[in-house]
């Protein structure tokens, strides 16, 4: 059983940086594949980006790129994500998931993050 | 990429069967049977409900099911019970391992 533990909520004024962390446990983060998942108030899920097992790789959204870094730390089994040059619309909670079998699709999920943009 | 698109809401009454739609392209439900579903209850995380068009995870009820013709993939509800009323995210792979989501559909158990 995997379990996903999210770092705490943030207010962060227009062009800042946020960097939101995803604990593992039940697993070790290099046998999942770790995704990004951000949905901001009263909208829809919008995926951001993850490691890409085969190439070895994180692939990042269009949308995100250039603004979003994905990173891992593999000796405490901890996910990062960090988005930059924040501005109100990227106010939303944001959720770290990954599943097992390192399909296109997540079993876990982590209980997200309220990342708050204002001035 | 853009959003898959789903209904904005679906409603049914209590033992009925509903069907929610999810419409892509080409390039990403057409392509791979790689389409998965999500349950999202409000202020909580998504649950993984279907996943590769039409398998269940362990632990999810067989009222569940998913399917796909062309660029649509469906999820169907049958016999619909109160706990399912909440908002459905359909999601696929859309090559070069990205991954899109639907708009994102409330249902409502009348």
């Known amino acids: 059983q995997v379990q996903l533990v999210q770092s705490g909520a943030e207010v962060k004024k227009p062009g800042a940086s946020v960097k939101v962390s995803c604990k593992v446990s039940?697993?070790?983060?290099?046998?999942?594949?770790m995704h990004w998942v951000r949905q901001a108030p009263g909208k829809g899920l919008e995926w951001m980006g993850g490691?890409?097992?085969?190439?070895?790789?994180?692939i990042y959204a269009q949308k995100f790129q250039g603004r979003v870094t994905m990173t891992e730390d593999t000796s405490t089994d901890t996910a990062y994500m960090e988005l930059s040059s924040l501005r109100s619309e990227d106010t939303a909670v944001y959720y770290c998931?990954?599943?097992?079998?390192?399909?296109?699709?997540?079993?876990?999920w982590g209980q997200g993050t309220l990342v708050t943009v204002s001035s | 990429q853009s959003a898959l698109t789903q209904p904005a809401s679906v409603s049914g009454s209590p033992g009925q069967s509903i069907t929610i739609s999810c419409t892509g392209t080409?390039?990403?439900?057409?392509?791979?049977?790689?389409v998965s579903w999500y349950q999202q209850h409000p202020g909580k995380a998504p649950k993984l409900m279907i996943y590769?068009?039409?398998k269940r995870p362990s632990g999810v009820s067989n009222r569940f099911s998913g399917s796909k013709s062309g660029n649509t993939a469906s999820l169907t509800i049958s016999g619909l019970q109160a706990e399912d009323e909440a908002d459905y995210y359909c999601?696929?792979?859309?090559?070069?391992?990205?991954?899109?989501f639907g708009t994102g559909t409330k249902v409502t158990v009348l």
């Open positions: 998931a990954t599943g097992v079998s390192l399909g296109a699709y997540f079993d876990y």
């Open positions: 039940g697993y070790t983060l290099t046998e999942l594949s």
């Open positions: 490691f890409d097992p085969e190439d070895g790789e994180t």
């Open positions: 080409s390039s990403d439900v057409g392509s791979y049977n790689l």
């Open positions: 590769e068009g039409s």
């Open positions: 999601c696929s792979y859309a090559g070069s391992s990205t991954l899109v």
